[in-house]
Structure formats: C-alpha cells, structure tokens
Nanobody
C-alpha cells in the first residue's frame, strides 16, 4: 500500500521558481533513499536528484546542479524539490520515486507536469 502523491507542478516563465512536493505513505520514509526523475515529451527518463533516507546526502544531475535543491521532512513523510532559475529545457513530467535496496525503484508517483515557457 505504498503511495507517492506529487503536487506543485505548473506553468512558469524562464527564470522562475517552483517547489514540488511528494507525500509518501505506506513505508518507513526515513529508511529509504528517494529520487526525482523527469521525462520530457517524447524522451526517455532522466535522473534529476537523490536524497538519502536520513537526508544527510544529496546528489544532482549536472543539468540542474546549482539550481535545484532536494530535501525531505521525515516528520511529515514528504519529499521536496525546490526548482529555481528554471529553463525551457526543464519542461517535463516530474516523478518522485522510492528506492528499494540500491539503484532500483520499486514505486513511483503519478507525476506532475512542469512547463517552462515564455
């Protein structure tokens, strides 16, 4: 009964900001690494960011480093992605994903659309 429910997507102009949220339930949130992954229209999946279960370690794709910040609140079972200085190439459906024991995802959210356009 794992559930990942994303929110916060929308339309924003280049240079703008959005904060995505992912509400998690059905598992011990603090014990698992979580990722943000995105898929542009007609494209494959692109890894964006990872955060360790306790929140102590974070990792970013070069394409978003310095602009995006991943975080989590283990008391609220919620994952976040703060997106600043957005570019048109950031346009995609953004998914939160739960890792199993390693670099394998066993659950995904439904995705939230982010559109960056003038």
């Amino acid at each position: 009964q794992v559930q990942l429910v994303e929110s916060g997507g929308g339309l924003v102009q280049p240079g703008g900001s959005l904060r995505l949220s992912c509400a998690a339930s059905g598992f011990t949130f603090s014990r698992y690494s979580m990722d943000w992954v995105r898929q542009a229209p007609g494209k494959g999946f692109e890894w964006v960011s990872t955060i360790a279960g306790g929140g102590s370690s974070t990792y970013y794709a070069d394409s978003v480093k310095g602009r995006f910040t991943i975080s989590k609140d283990n008391t609220k079972n919620t994952l976040y992605l703060q997106m600043n200085s957005l570019k048109p190439e950031d346009t995609a459906v953004y998914y939160c994903a739960k890792r199993l024991l390693g670099p394998v995802y066993d659950y995904w959210g439904q995705g939230t659309q982010v559109t960056v356009s003038s």
